[in-house]
Structure formats: structure tokens, C-alpha cells
């Protein structure tokens, strides 16, 4: 018995889950636009369609068959075999054509969709439905025998690479063959005859490779490209990609089948790729690309130059070529109506992709686009001011980390440059580095620490973990809308396109240019806002963050909860943070300090004295060094908070392993280098990071903590009588694991501040806490609390000894650990909430048991990162602490936070 198809509710009559859900023609089956549903694609079909704009008719299987397609090992089940054929009845009722029809064809496209847009990750198939007969009648029904053959062939290439998984380039150089054997340059030169002659070569590669005929059965078609599409949601770039965004591996893909309109039928026909505003810059101006007589993928693919969409991009380019908007007025015109009421709908920039058919326009997809930081900022900032949206959905809008791109310096302006060539300014921003040619080779470099610039002819999707280790992208070909650009984009990586001029011989690792050839490890600079292309280096400046920047800050400041603090222990990292919002010091790690070529031989001997006598005399020479360190720190911090980490680190890392830093030492010490060496063997531990380091020291060096404590209180009250406001100093006491350790060092802080108090004649506030980086402390977080004033949580070293694995080592099979789901994300990049994060809360109830005041925030890495910001302000510390330039990240994600958890 045939399954009947419900279409109102969310199974079918059979009983099973619906799976298909369509729409256009006046048809709508509930799916109501919802992304977790239908994908990103198919709800926004189905949102276009709703409010009367032309869309082709189609359907959308949904991201739930996605899931079970590999629940049940990849095979579908019989009921969404004849939901499927319900869809297509639906397109075939729409549009008064049949599938697989010799006289008149319907021919249908099958496209990917996530819930979130992933630009070139998974797999699409145009023209499906053509074969040996149907061409035919498209060529008879269509009047024009060119535009089937070309349909033809491109099917079977597209087929063939995706479905079949067949060399995509014995196709590509079979039509390069056929272009010279007729002398001719572009595509569009090749005749009906042409592109018939050139199916067969096709039909041959397919028959060579593939041992069997290419597939004539357009039912057949159609399953082996829904079974592509939802495979490619587990293809290798797209788990890439999908790691690098944070994309659930769980979410699947939806499949949208579409009736096809063509862009390839003649000059009145067209196709392109449009934004309703400027996604480089966030100008209010339409951008986007088009060709006449095309299909969508010789737009995104760089595979032909585009013409630009407007007169004034086309004037500002200096291009001769027509516009659209010159070329093609009145669907121009159409289209600028279009663009209005989609960005008044969904009320951001729109991404659009659309088809001119014989001067008719047809609306393909529409979504939130892709943008760079600072266009990302400027959009939130001007519709704000516009009303579309209002100042806290301004907030939300803007990707934190994505103000990273806003962050760093920029190309020097007055610096020379030897400049090579210029392309098209595909991505903003600069970068330096040395050239290489693939994308194995770009990861491979930068993993050991260089910085590359990955030069390609064009980018296709399977480039996608190089263009990430990469400082930046070039390539000779593509648009501002091809693959290159996008990724770039959405990567905050400095991209320059369409480098003409540029000759890449990739197999000999060779770009030749302006007479120029530069091998592999040659230097070049890339600036993504002009598409200069330049030889060497060039110096930076540091970039200007107000305007539209400050204005979000303003803004963002207003809502959030938390504080925001900075790791820093130099004046520079000091002065750096507050410039960019930061609220005090969350982290200053003393060890830093000792490291200094100037006070290094007085720690060695410090360390390696064998008697309290000697570490004394060391210390005294140190004294005068750190209390510099810290008063140039308050008096950047006057008035602020100033979290201080007292000495932390294993002291094999301090300990001298050259003959010549032996010989300083004992001159120093005015001992023998035997007794220094047999003291540093005497030292040395097999597991140094789990060793004597942390409050360790201070439990049996006790004077080490002695003259840092007088450092910090002497600094204090030297600023405070230098410029009338006096820091806050909070002294924190490292890797305690029980409450007897820090009773111990607080009394020995306090016992500093007592005597530096009596000496000086005044008093400053000042707190003692403890970092809390051991499951331990976190578990007696309640009798810890007893003596600690504040809780600063070490993520970095809870976590490693949380779940036991060394950050240092884990990136060799952190990765698998990610792609296998046993981690959600790298637990040392964003915190492990299920483990790591039910310590943290275990540890503030139990401390706000016993102190109800108690400061609570974090210093760790993770204080940066916007996910575990989040978990921070739903925990309810009080601050957060993070690098200098990620102070403004974490300003804006707490704001969010807020944001979210107002509901």
C-alpha cells in the first residue's frame, strides 16, 4: 500500500516521521522557516516563497533524514521514497512539465542546506533529469539545441564528480582539448555540435572509469544525488570546516530538490551572486557579481570573469564590460526591489543567489551573509541606526571572535612596497609570509611555526584546512563572490582574488610574475583591502579601534554583568588592555619577570643556594627589580584591581644548563660550579609540572613569597603617594590543593603588609586569594574559602589535571578526539563544561557558603573564549580574564551572555 503523504502534520499517514516538506506555487507544508528543520536553505525557499517573491517550486528532506540516513547505514526508508515522489509531483504540477518527459523535461537541481551556512563544503548537482532522450526534447522544447548540450555535459561532469566520484579533471582537460582543436578561448564559443561531440568524450571517461554507462534513469539520478548530498555531510571538509565553526557533527545536512531555471539560454539570460550591502566593508551599497549566459557555478567557481552587478562598482573598477544594472535595467530594477524587502524580512544583509531565464528573474536562495569584522560591525552599528533592528540586537549580531580581524596591526601606509601585482580585494587585512602551493604543505609549515601564504590558481572546498593555517590567500583566478573570497571571509584570513597576471606552476613550485620568479619559501605580503600583491615584508601599523567599533562597545558595556580583566605582567601588555576596556589585571604572572637577562643569574642563585642564608642574599638583590616590576604595573593600573600570581613555575625551568650560565652563577654565589651542578641534579624532577612549583615553594622557601609580597606592598604605596590613587593589589597564592597551604602564605603576606605598613606609616586595601587549578581545591573550595578572599580559576592546569592530559602533548590526538565526538570542542580552547565546569560551580557554591562575598573569576585561556564566557556568566563569577587583545572579544560575548540569559 502507497504511503499517503499528510500535509499537515509531522508524520505520514503510515505512521513514520515526515521527511519532505514543500514549497513555491502557492504550496506551504508548515515547515514555517524553521533552520533547525528544514536547513538554512530550505526554510529561507520557504520564507521567500511565503512573502510572494519568485522562487522555482521544490522540497526540502529534512536535516532529521540526514541523522537517520547514518543511524540506519545509509539506507532510506520506503516512505520517504514516496514522500520524494509527492515533492515531485509538486514541481511537475507547478511548473506543467514531467520528470523524465522525452518531449518537454523537468530537470531539477539537488542542493545541501545545513542549519548554518557551510559555502562550498557540501555537494550540489544542477540539471539532473537529462540524458540521451531528454536532451532532445529540452532542445526542442527550448528552441535552442546550444543551451541542451551544454546543459548535458555539465550534468554529466557535475554527476560524475559527485555522485560517481569520478577524476573531475580528465573532464575539465577533455573541453580544454576541444576549445584548442577549434582555436577557441571561452566556452561560450562552442557550438550545439560542439558541446554534443564533447558529451560523448564525456560519456567515454565515464564509461572508462566508472565501468558502466553513465546512468540514464533519471529516478536513479535523482537517489544517487540525494545519497551524494547527504553523504557529502561527512566528507572530509566539511568535518573540517565544521570544527573550525563549531558546528555539531549531529546537526546533519537537509537535501532541497528544486525545479531548475537556466541561466545558460541565450544573452537574455543570466546568472549571479548579489549582497545587499557591501560584506567587505558594511557599506550600504548592493555588491555582487553576474554573467550573462551562464549557470550559478561559473560564478563561484572563478572559472569565468564576472561583470559587476552595479554602474558604480563596474566605474570604480575601471572594467569596460557592462554591469548589470547597464546591461539587463529593468530585471536590474526588479532585483533592487528584491534586495528591499528580503533585508526589511530578515532584517540583515541577505546573501542572495538568482537566475535570469529569458528575462524573467528567479530567486534560488537567500541568507544571512558572510562578512568580515569590520563590516560585521559597521551593518550592526548603521541598521541600528536605520531601526531595523535595535541596539541590543545590534550586540548579538556581531561574532566576538570575529573582532580579532579589528585587533592586530595592519600594513604600514608609509612603508615601501615592491609591488608585483594586483588583484581583486577579496577579504581585508594584511599578511606577510612565506609563499607555498598547496593545502597539505600551508598546515605542515605553519605547524612548525611559520607563516605562509597560500598561493592557488583558485581554491576548491578541499583547501579548506590550509586556507585556516594560512595568514593569508592568492589566487590567479576567481571573483570577489568565488570560493577563495567566501571562506576567507568567514575566516578573517587576508584574501587577494583574480591575480591575473599571475602564472602559478604548481607541481614545479613556481609563481611567476612581472618577469619575477618566486619559488616556494620566498617572502611575499598580501593586503586584502586593496588586492596589492608585493614582494618581502612589509612594516605594520597598529589599527584604530573607534567609530563604529566604539559605538558597539559602548553599547555592549551597558548590558553585560561580568567584569573584564587582563592577563598581563608588562607596562606594554598593561597600557594594551586598558586601552581596549580592560577592568584591572586578572593574571600577573611574576615568573615572567624573573626571566629577564638582567635578574636571571640572581634567580639561578636564589635556586641553587643550599641554605636560607643564601636565597636571602639572592632575593635581596632581587627585591629592588620586582618592586620596579610592579609599581610600573600600578601606575598603568592606578585605581584598578591587580590580580598578582606569586612565583608558580617548576624550577628546573629556571635552572642554569650551559657551562658559561653555570660560571655566572658561581661567580655570584662565590661557590664552585661541582656544588652548583651537584645541587641542580639534586633539583631536578621527573615530573616537574606536577613538582615543587605553586605555593610549594612557599611552604619550603617561605622567604621567596616573603619578598614578593614586600615588592608588591612597596609598590603600592609608592604609586599611591606618586599620583594620589592607589592600586588594589590581590595576592595570589598558586596551586594550593589544601586549606593549610594557604593559611600558611596568607600569614605570610599579611605579616609583609603589617611591617611595610608600620615602616611607611599608611595603609592600602589589598585581598589574598588562591588560584584554583586542582580538583582537590575545587572540592574543599568551602574550608579553602575560610582564609581566601578571592577564587581565580586556572583553567589551564584544571583542566590538565582535571581529565589528565598535558595541552603541551594533546594536540597530536586532540583532533581524532574532536572528529570522534568525545569532546565537543578542544577542552583547552573552550572550557569542558560537563567535567571541568561542574568543578568550577562546585567550587563557588561551596565558597559562597563559607564567604558570601568571595571574588570569583577566571584567568585561564578560556577567558577569551566567547563559549566559555557564557558558562561564566550562567555560573555567576564575577569577571573573567583574558589576553589584551582579546579584552574586547570578551567584553562583547559577556554583553551576550547577558543577553542570552535575559531570555
Known amino acids: ?91 511537475e504540477g507547478v511548473t506543467g512539465k514531467k520528470f ?54 555539465r550534468f554529466i561532469q557535475m554527476y560524475s564528480d559527485v555522485v560517481l566520484e569520478l577524476d573531475h579533471g580528465a573532464f575539465e582537460e577533455a573541453l580544454e ?53 547527504f553523504g557529502s555531510w ?84 575601471g572594467a ?45 536562495q537567500t541568507r544571512s551573509g558572510k562578512r568580515t569584522a569590520k563590516a560585521a560591525l559597521k551593518m550592526a552599528v548603521d541598521m541600528a541606526g536605520e531601526g531595523l533592528i535595535t541596539q541590543e540586537e545590534a550586540v548579538a549580531r556581531v561574532d566576538p571572535s570575529a573582532l580579532d580581524q579589528l585587533l592586530h596591526p595592519t600594513l604600514d601606509p608609509a612603508a615601501e612596497r615592491d609591488v608585483l601585482t594586483k588583484g581583486l580585494p577579496a577579504s581585508p587585512g594584511a599578511a606577510s609570509g612565506i609563499v607555498v602551493f598547496d593545502a597539505d604543505t600551508a598546515e605542515r609549515r605553519n605547524e612548525m611555526g611559520d607563516a605562509v601564504i597560500l598561493v592557488r590558481t583558485e581554491t576548491s572546498p578541499e583547501d579548506i584546512h590550509g586556507m585556516h593555517a594560512a595568514k593569508g590567500i592568492l589566487t590567479a583566478r576567481g571573483g570577489m563572490t568565488s570560493h577563495a573570497a567566501v571562506v576567507a571571509r568567514g575566516m578573517g584570513r587576508p584574501c587577494v582574488s583574480g591575480a591575473g597576471s599571475l602564472s602559478i606552476d604548481a607541481k614545479a613550485k613556481i609563481l611567476r610574475v612581472a618577469g619575477r620568479e618566486l619559488v616556494e619559501g620566498d617572502i611575499v605580503t598580501i593586503d586584502g583591502s586593496t588586492g596589492e600583491v608585493m614582494s618581502g615584508a612589509v612594516p605594520t601599523v597598529q589599527p584604530e579601534l573607534a567609530g563604529d567599533f566604539g559605538t558597539l562597545m559602548v553599547w555592549a558595556d551597558k548590558v553585560r554583568r561580568l567584569k573584564v580583566r587582563a592577563n598581563a605582567e608588562t607596562p606594554l601588555d598593561c597600557k594594551t588592555a586598558r586601552e581596549f576596556g580592560a577592568e ?12 629577564d637577562a638582567a635578574r636571571i643569574t640572581a634567580v639561578r642563585q636564589m635556586i641553587l643556594a643550599d641554605s636560607e642564608k643564601g636565597r636571602r642574599e639572592a632575593l635581596d638583590r632581587l627585591l629592588p627589580e620586582q618592586r620596579s616590576d610592579f609599581t610600573e604595573i600600578f601606575l598603568v593600573m592606578a585605581g584598578l584591581p591587580v590580580t598578582i600570581r606569586l612565583l608558580d613555575p617548576p624550577l628546573h625551568e629556571f635552572l642554569p644548563h650551559e657551562e658559561a650560565e653555570f660560571e655566572d652563577v658561581a661567580t655570584a654565589a662565590g661557590v664552585g660550579i661541582d656544588v652548583l651542578k651537584r645541587r641542580a641534579s639534586e633539583l ?71 611591617a611595610v605598613f608600620a615602616e611607611r606609616g599608611t595603609t592600602i586595601e589589598y585581598l589574598v586569594g588562591t588560584m584554583i587549578e586542582l580538583p582537590r581545591a575545587a572540592l574543599k573550595a568551602g574550608e579553602i574559602a575560610q582564609s581566601a578572599e578571592f577564587f581565580s580559576f586556572g583553567t589551564n592546569d584544571l583542566t590538565q589535571t582535571t581529565i589528565g592530559i598535558s595541552r603541551d602533548d594533546a594536540s597530536r590526538f586532540l583532533g581524532t578526539y574532536v572528529d570522534k565526538g568525545i569532546f565537543p570542542r578542544d577542552p583547552f580552547v573552550s572550557i569542558d563544561v560537563e567535567g571541568v565546569g561542574e568543578l568550577i560551580q ?38 573573567v580574564s583574558a589576553s589584551p587583545y582579546r579584552v574586547p572579544i570578551a567584553r562583547l560575548a559577556a554583553a551576550q551572555a547577558a543577553l542570552k540569559a535575559r531570555g
Not at 506551504?28 to 522555482?56: C, E, Q, R
Not at 536590474?332 to 526589511?344: G, N, P
Request: aromatic letters at 8%; hydrophobic letters at 40%.
Open 1 to 91: 500500500m502507497a504511503t499517503v503523504i499528510d500535509t499537515t502534520g509531522g508524520t505520514t499517514k503510515s505512521g513514520e516521521p515526515r521527511y519532505v516538506y514543500r514549497f513555491g506555487g502557492g504550496v506551504d507544508d508548515g515547515g514555517k522557516g524553521d533552520k533547525n528543520l528544514l536547513g538554512g536553505k530550505g526554510a529561507n525557499l520557504d520564507g521567500m516563497a511565503s512573502i510572494g517573491l519568485p522562487v522555482p517550486p521544490g522540497f526540502t528532506i529534512t536535516t532529521e533524514m540526514c541523522t537517520r540516513y547514518y543511524v540506519d547505514g545509509e539506507v532510506f526508508p520506503d516512505s520517504l521514497r514516496a514522500e520524494v515522489a509527492s515533492g515531485i509531483a509538486h514541481i
Open 100 to 153: 523524465g518527459d522525452k518531449a518537454d523535461p523537468l530537470l531539477v537541481s539537488v542542493r545541501s542546506g545545513a542549519r548554518v551556512s557551510m559555502p562550498g563544503m557540501m555537494d550540489t548537482v544542477l540539471n539532473l533529469g537529462l540524458n540521451d532522450e531528454t536532451v532532445e526534447g529540452l532542445a526542442a522544447a527550448s528552441g535552442d539545441a546550444r543551451f541542451a548540450w551544454d546543459s548535458y555535459r
Open 177 to 229: 582539448i576541444a576549445k584548442e582543436d577549434h582555436g577557441y578561448t571561452l566556452d561560450t564559443e562552442l557550438s550545439a555540435a560542439d558541446w554534443k561531440a564533447l558529451v560523448g568524450e564525456y560519456k567515454k571517461i565515464v564509461l572508462d572509469q566508472w565501468k558502466k554507462p553513465f546512468p540514464q534513469d533519471v529516478h536513479d539520478q535523482l537517489w544517487g544525488a540525494i545519497s551524494a548530498v
Open 234 to 317: 561527512q566528507a572530509d571538509r566539511a568535518k573540517v570546516y565544521r570544527r573550525l565553526n563549531d558546528i555539531p557533527g549531529d546537526w546533519g545536512t537537509a537535501v532541497n530538490v528544486q525545479a531548475m531555471v537556466f541561466g545558460n539560454m541565450g544573452d537574455t539570460s543570466a546568472t549571479g551572486v548579489a549582497f545587499t550591502r557591501d560584506p567587505s566593508t558594511g557599506e550600504n551599497v548592493y555588491y555582487g557579481e553576474f554573467l550573462i549566459n551562464a549557470q550559478g557555478e561559473d560564478v563561484v567557481a572563478g572559472i569565468r570573469t564576472p561583470q559587476y552587478l552595479t554602474k558604480a562598482a563596474r566605474e570604480r573598477a
Open 320 to 364: 569596460k564590460a557592462a554591469s548589470m544594472e547597464e546591461a539587463m535595467p529593468e530585471t536590474y530594477a526588479e532585483l533592487a526591489r528584491v534586495f528591499q524587502i528580503l533585508e526589511q524580512h530578515y532584517r540583515d544583509m541577505q546573501d542572495i543567489e538568482f537566475t535570469v531565464q529569458q528575462g524573467k528573474l528567479w530567486m534560488l
Open 584 to 595: 584591572g589585571v586578572g593574571l600577573c604572572r611574576t615568573e615572567h619577570m624573573f626571566f
Open 684 to 754: 631536578h624532577e621527573l615530573n616537574p609540572m606536577l613538582g615543587h612549583r605553586g605555593c610549594r615553594l612557599g611552604v619550603t622557601y617561605p622567604e621567596i613569597y616573603e619578598m614578593q609580597a614586600r615588592a608588591i606592598f612597596e609598590a603600592a604605596i609608592d604609586v599611591e603617594e606618586h599620583s594620589g590613587t592607589a592600586p588594589i593589589p590581590e595576592i595570589m597564592i598558586p596551586l594550593v590543593a589544601t586549606a593549610k597551604e594557604l593559611e600558611l602564605m596568607k600569614a605570610i603576606v599579611d605579616a609583609q603588609a603589617k
Open 842 to 879: 562546585i567550587a563557588a557554591e561551596r565558597g559562597r557558603e563559607t564567604r558570601p562575598e568571595i571574588k570569583l573569576g577566571i584567568c585561564g585561556e578560556h577567558g577569551g573564549d566567547p563559549a566559555s564566557i557564557a558558562f561564566c556568566e550562567a555560573t555567576g563569577l564575577d569577571y
